[in-house]
């Protein structure tokens, strides 16, 4: 530790261990050194998965030590279950709704004194609740999970009603400073009037490999082993990823809107919706069906000397996201690969947008958001 600065022990509970959750606890584990120098420790005191929550024996005082967490990882991406891990013991087990008993009483505990950190990496729409009763129970709250956020409006007015305590960078954009970016902006006094962007790491990646003679269904199989998609890759491929990114910045410009309100553009039917078959049968089946008519659009527009470029479009009173053909050498049609590109115009930046823009996806990135602002929201507690 750094002379002079006092020591602030955080406690931090994990909902979801899938790609970004272990790339956060690797983290966590590797920036060790670092966060010692701000004074800052950060102690894992659960995990949760979608089965159960494995928690350190006394979350008063303990946190899984780093060769622990480091297992915590080598099991999960080995799909075996947490259990598997009571073996090395000083941790238990919780299972269920004793899962969410166990959640709500750890929260209740650390919560106003410590400020624990309730960090959701998951792709669920069920930890709305628990979230919703955590922020109640003064913790912060720390989000790569957009479906939270892109709920009713009354669960979205609960989760921000205390805004120094929630942070959800990594929501849009991955780790881009996307939302610290239009915060700052608004906060100034300086009221944006226009966000255009293109803000799909797998849409972008698949179109410009497809404009590379690649074939799609190929190319969105290399996306999700890359860690660009969703779990299930029709989240993005139907545009409904880009949508709840544009709802998520359109109520932070204040906009009472929801995913009805935005008009989205989906790249395949409801024959091959969720409602028609799963996952499994769509990457398998559904996905290389796909193929001739995507690669006929790239053809068609690069006949024209343009690409196809999915774009989010907040303006007015429009919230729009989905494919437009644009020319090759503009900001959008130049992007390549997984990155993203957002154009925010204000009252200071009229002429010349405030540009952001870098890699918009991947487990790393996105996990490297959420530990910012995990430390972000510690300075409350110094
Ligand atoms: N990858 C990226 O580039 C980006 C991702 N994100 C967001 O990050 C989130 C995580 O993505 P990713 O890691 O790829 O997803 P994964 O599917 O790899 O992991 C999801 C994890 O959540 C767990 N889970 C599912 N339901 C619940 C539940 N009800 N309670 C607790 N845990 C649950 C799963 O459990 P189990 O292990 O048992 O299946 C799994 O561990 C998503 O919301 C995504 O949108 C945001 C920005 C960028
Ligand atoms: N699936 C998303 C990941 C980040 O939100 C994307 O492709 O952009």
Do not use: H, M, Q, W
């Given at each position: 530790m750094t002379e002079g600065i006092t020591t602030v022990t955080v406690p931090v509970l994990l909902l979801g261990c899938g790609g970004v959750g272990r790339e956060l606890l690797h983290h966590i584990v590797a920036s060790r050194h670092l966060h010692s120098k701000r004074g800052v420790v950060l102690r894992v005191v659960g995990v949760r998965d979608s089965r159960s929550l494995l928690q350190v024996e006394d979350v008063a005082t303990m946190g899984f030590d780093d060769a622990f967490l480091t297992e915590i990882c080598r099991i999960k991406s080995s799909s075996?279950?947490?259990?598997?891990?009571?073996?090395?013991?000083h941790c238990q087990l919780f299972k269920d709704s004793e899962a969410t008993t166990k959640i709500l009483d750890i929260a209740g505990l650390l919560g106003r004194t410590t400020g624990l950190s309730v960090v959701d990496c998951t792709?669920?729409?069920?930890?709305v609740g628990i979230l919703k009763e955590t922020v109640d129970l003064g913790c912060c709250i720390v989000l790569a999970n957009k479906k939270p956020l892109t709920c009713g409006i009354d669960d979205y007015d609960k989760l921000i009603s205390?805004?120094?305590?929630?942070?959800?960078?990594?929501?849009?954009?991955?780790?881009?400073?996307v939302i610290v970016s239009v915060t700052r902006v608004l906060a100034s006094g300086d009221p944006i009037y226009r966000i255009i962007g293109s803000l799909s790491g797998t849409l972008g990646y698949v179109m410009s490999e497809v404009e590379d003679g690649k074939s799609f269904s190929k190319v969105v199989l290399a996306a999700k082993s890359l860690g660009y998609?969703?779990?299930?890759?029709r989240d993005d491929l139907s545009g409904m990823d880009v949508a709840r990114k544009a709802l998520i910045l359109a109520r932070l410009l204040g906009w009472r809107i929801n995913m009805d309100d935005i008009q989205v553009d989906s790249l395949y039917s409801n024959e091959h919706g969720p409602n028609s078959m799963s996952t499994e049968d769509f990457l398998r089946i559904g996905l290389p069906s796909l193929d001739r008519d995507v690669q006929e659009r790239v053809s068609a527009a690069s006949s024209r000397g343009k690409v196809l470029r999915y774009v989010c479009v907040i303006e007015g009173s429009r919230c729009q996201v989905g494919l437009q053909e644009l020319p090759k050498d503009s900001p959008l049609g130049r992007l390549r690969g997984s990155d993203n590109v957002v154009e925010i115009y204000s009252r200071?930046?009229?002429?010349s947008p405030l540009v952001i823009q870098g890699a918009g996806a991947g487990n790393d990135t996105t996990a490297a958001g959420v530990l910012a602002d995990i430390i972000d929201l510690q300075d409350l507690f110094h």
């Open positions: 075996s279950s947490l259990s598997a891990l009571l073996d090395f013991g792709a669920s729409t069920e930890t205390n805004i120094r305590r929630i942070r959800f960078e990594s929501t849009v954009g991955a780790g881009l400073p998609t969703e779990p299930d890759p200071c930046y009229k002429d």
